[in-house]
């Protein structure tokens, strides 16, 4: 891969982020449900950025690669395409999808561990780059979006997806978990619907040097009908990613899946299918 390399620095002395246990736990998870509902949206972001007419494509937090595995397909043969993500089982997620499903030309795809803040390419290395549901989960937003900036040759396309605001879906996650736990987790503003504010996140890409900024949202409905299939998700979804959670007794498990399953039915009988918005930015250097 000596044209592979050209776009790296020093990959090699990135420090790993190590173990991720949170990420590293949910990858089945995210991989059998919620992965599903999001590539669809997926091939907006990547009509949006003309994913055809381009040679370096970048994406950040590939998850177990069901995007990153579009992209390979859809992208021009000739294109070099890298992805990130912090967790390790993700990766081999998506180093095994992308290799079954693209036989020979998933050689053009390198993936790294990273957590977005440091990248490990060469200034000006990409002329497109598509990170889906990610930027609002690191640490720190503005460093990683500084450094999406560095990385992207001057006029071309970034394109970001984040969820917008808290609809159902994760609503009715996070009464049901605060009220079995008994307390309300705090909102640090490190939530999955953090920058889901055009406003809020505009200036996150403005001060990164960004322009020509496009907003626009979408409704994601979710398509599950079965309350035993809801409340069996959210039940691992809270025991692998909520500290109140880990390790928790069969007991407080079983009323936790239980109610998930009694306020599924109530607010679908009510409102139909569970949806969550998500917020799209296109933007240029």
Same mark, same amino acid.
């Given at each position: 891969?000596?044209?592979?390399?050209?776009?790296?620095?020093?990959?090699?002395?990135?420090?790993?982020?190590?173990?991720?246990?949170?990420?590293?736990?949910?990858?089945?998870?995210?991989?059998?449900?919620?992965?599903?509902?999001?590539?669809?949206?997926?091939?907006?972001?990547?009509?949006?950025?003309?994913?055809?007419?381009?040679?370096?494509?970048?994406?950040?937090?590939?998850?177990?690669?069901?995007?990153?595995?579009?992209?390979?397909?859809?992208?021009?043969?000739?294109?070099?395409?890298?992805? !990130?993500?912090?967790?390790r089982?993700?990766?081999?997620?998506?180093?095994?999808?992308?290799?079954d499903?693209?036989?020979?030309?998933?050689?053009?795809?390198?993936?790294?561990?990273?957590?977005?803040?440091?990248?490990?390419?060469?200034?000006?290395?990409?002329?497109?780059?598509?990170s889906?549901?990610?930027?609002?989960?690191?640490?720190?937003?503005?460093?990683?979006?500084?450094?999406?900036?560095?990385?992207?040759?001057?006029?071309?396309p970034?394109?970001?997806?984040?969820?917008g605001?808290?609809?159902?879906?994760?609503?009715?996650?996070?009464?049901?978990?605060?009220?079995?736990?008994?307390?309300?987790?705090?909102?640090?503003?490190?939530?999955?619907?953090?920058?889901?504010?055009?406003?809020?996140?505009?200036?996150?890409?403005?001060d990164?040097?960004?322009?020509?900024?496009?907003?626009?949202?979408?409704?994601?409905?979710?398509?599950?009908?079965?309350?035993?299939?809801?409340?069996?998700?959210? !039940?691992?979804?809270?025991?692998t990613?909520?500290?109140?959670?880990?390790?928790?007794?069969?007991?407080?498990?079983?009323?936790?899946?239980?109610?998930?399953?009694?306020?599924?039915?109530?607010?679908?009988?009510?409102?139909?299918?569970?949806?969550?918005?998500?917020?799209?930015?296109?933007?240029?250097?």
């Amino acid at each position: 891969k000596n044209e592979t390399q050209t776009y790296l620095t020093m990959a090699e002395e990135v420090p790993s982020p190590g173990k991720n246990t949170m990420w590293d736990d949910f990858a089945p998870l995210y991989d059998d449900i919620l992965e599903e509902y999001t590539v669809p949206m997926g091939h907006e972001m990547m009509y949006m950025v003309k994913l055809n007419t381009r040679s370096r494509i970048l994406e950040l937090g590939s998850g177990p690669g069901r995007l990153l595995n579009e992209i390979c397909s859809l992208a021009n043969p000739e294109a070099l395409i890298f992805g !990130t993500d912090i967790s390790r089982p993700m990766i081999d997620r998506a180093q095994n999808r992308i290799r079954d499903q693209n036989g020979e030309s998933s050689n053009r795809v390198t993936l790294v561990q990273l957590d977005n803040h440091a990248l490990p390419f060469a200034t000006n290395s990409f002329d497109a780059i598509i990170s889906s549901l990610n930027l609002m989960l690191v640490k720190d937003p503005e460093k990683m979006a500084k450094e999406c900036h560095r990385v992207l040759t001057k006029g071309n396309p970034i394109i970001f997806s984040v969820w917008g605001r808290k609809g159902e879906f994760f609503g009715l996650q996070n009464r049901v978990a605060d009220e079995v736990a008994g307390d309300a987790t705090e909102d640090d503003g490190n939530g999955f619907n953090r920058l889901g504010n055009p406003v809020e996140l505009k200036k996150v890409l403005q001060d990164a040097g960004f322009s020509r900024i496009h907003f626009w949202t979408r409704n994601l409905q979710f398509n599950i009908t079965d309350p035993d299939h809801y409340s069996t998700f959210f !039940t691992q979804v809270q025991m692998t990613l909520d500290p109140r959670y880990k390790g928790c007794s069969e007991e407080k498990r079983e009323k936790l899946c239980q109610r998930y399953k009694e306020e599924f039915i109530r607010s679908t009988d009510a409102n139909g299918p569970i949806c969550e918005e998500i917020l799209f930015a296109l933007a240029f250097k």
